[in-house]
Nanobody
């Protein structure tokens, strides 16, 4: 499956952005999905993940209550709604997909098979 992320940009603290990730090539609904963030000089960390079934969303404490992951299988697209953005949310955001257990939510970058190209999000203070 091929993934194409979009929607990044420059936003002020407290603002919102919605990232999109369009999938092509295979049936998108058969994959677990996730969004990862990589700041300069840091590792790529999960900010949201969703199982193949669409249940059991995972968010780290740093974004819980502010970020929401969702998917529209009919459109082969996944989304990341980001609200109340903070400067520490700045980074390159990647979408990812993995075929695997129907109910399992994958949160490690090493577990994912397919990656989008990344979209830059910059939050100014």
């Amino acid at each position: 499956v091929q993934l194409q992320a979009s929607g990044g940009g420059l936003v002020q603290t407290g603002g919102s952005l919605r990232l999109s990730c369009a999938a092509s090539g295979r049936t998108f609904s058969n994959y677990a999905v996730g969004w990862f963030r990589q700041a300069p000089g840091k590792e790529r960390d999960v900010v949201a993940a969703l199982s193949w079934s669409g249940g059991r969303p995972y968010y780290p404490d740093s974004v819980k209550g502010r970020f929401t992951i969702s998917r529209d299988n009919a459109k082969n697209t996944m989304y990341l709604q980001m609200n109340s953005l903070k400067p520490e949310d700045t980074g390159v955001y990647y979408c990812a997909a993995k075929s695997g257990s129907y109910y399992y939510t994958y949160i490690r970058s090493t577990e994912y098979d397919y990656w989008g190209q990344g979209t830059q999000v910059t939050v100014s203070s």
